[in-house]
């Protein structure tokens, strides 16, 4: 289900929980986060062949920025100066991208965006942010589910037995890529 969904029913009904879900103090006191899943790196993406240059986050001043709507990245855009246009459904920038609503678009888009096939094709520019995902659930979820829950956080979703599950998925590529690039990955 969309995210936001997701996040309501945790806030709202005990047993529910989120998973990938970006870390915020705000909702500690609404959610039990119970441990990081997994890396996101929000990456500057420019369409294919794009002339700009970017080698640190203020170089994005000069040009129109669109973002995923995340209060880290928000408030590294903020202490920057960077404006930018907050995408209230992060799935739209790449085809906002391409139609030239933007120069950059700051996402954490999966590989299949970065592809030749892609609605625009996507170049990574800068990584902008990196930041953890968390499985958080409702604080009244039961003891023993939790408990359950954090006993499977222990071996990880990049642990060498699950890697039959992302090759069979096509999603062999990335798993290999978090588990070079991502100290939590293989360490409970």
């Keep these: 289900m969309p995210i936001r969904r997701a996040l309501l029913m945790a806030e ?100 299949a965006l970065e592809t030749a096939n892609s609605v625009a094709p996507l170049e990574r520019r800068l990584v902008v942010l990196r930041a953890d995902r968390w499985l958080a659930c409702h604080p009244k979820t039961s003891p023993l589910v939790v408990a359950k829950l954090r006993l499977a956080l222990r071996e990880g979703l990049f642990a060498e037995s699950t890697e039959p599950i992302w090759s069979r998925h096509g999603l062999s590529d990335y798993y290999q890529q978090v588990r070079r690039e991502w100290p939590g990955a293989t360490k409970p």
């Design 12 to 111: 709202k009904s005990p047993g529910h929980c989120v998973l990938a879900l970006n870390y915020a103090a705000e909702t500690t006191e609404v959610l039990l986060y119970l441990g990081r899943v997994a890396p996101m790196y929000v990456w500057a993406y420019a369409k294919r062949g794009w002339s700009g240059r970017l080698t640190r986050v203020g170089d994005l001043k000069r040009y129109r920025v669109g973002a995923i709507n995340m209060a880290e990245l928000r408030l590294l855009l903020e202490q920057e100066g960077v404006a930018y246009e907050p995408l209230q459904i992060s799935g739209k920038g790449a085809q906002m991208l391409a139609a030239g609503r933007f120069d950059v678009l700051l996402s954490d888009i999966g590989p």
